[in-house]
């Protein structure tokens, strides 16, 4: 499956964006997507992640509460909903698909999120 993310962009603190994460085929009822991250000379961490088939969720602890992670079955997309957004969450954003439930092993390219001060 190819995976391809989109939505980054500049966006004052406080701001909001949505990023997408289009599966090039259907995801099936037991898979993962998730979105991770990686901030400049930092190593890539988990943001969130959203089961297919019943919707459940899993946040970072430093976005619970402002990011929220969805899905559109019809269109095998995967949304990550960013609000009250701040400078910390600068960093490329990846989304990832977890296919065999053994760990996110399909990579989408990056999309940049840059939040001004």
């Known amino acids: 499956v190819q995976l391809q993310a989109s939505g980054g962009g500049l966006v004052q603190a406080g701001g909001s964006l949505r990023l997408s994460c289009a599966a090039s085929?259907?995801?099936?009822?037991?898979?993962?997507m998730g979105w991770f991250r990686q901030a400049p000379g930092e190593e890539r961490e988990f943001v969130a992640s959203?089961?297919?088939?019943?919707?459940?969720?899993y946040y970072a602890d430093s976005v619970k509460g402002r990011f929220t992670i969805s899905r559109d079955n019809a269109k095998n997309t995967a949304y990550l909903q960013m609000d009250s957004l701040k400078p910390e969450d600068t960093a490329v954003y990846y989304c990832?698909?977890?296919?065999?439930?053994?760990?996110?092993?399909?990579w989408g390219q990056g999309t940049l999120v840059t939040v001004s001060s």
């Open positions: 959203i089961r297919w088939s019943s919707g459940s969720t």
């Open positions: 990832a698909a977890d296919l065999n439930g053994k760990g996110f092993d399909y």
């Open positions: 085929r259907r995801i099936f009822s037991n898979y993962r």
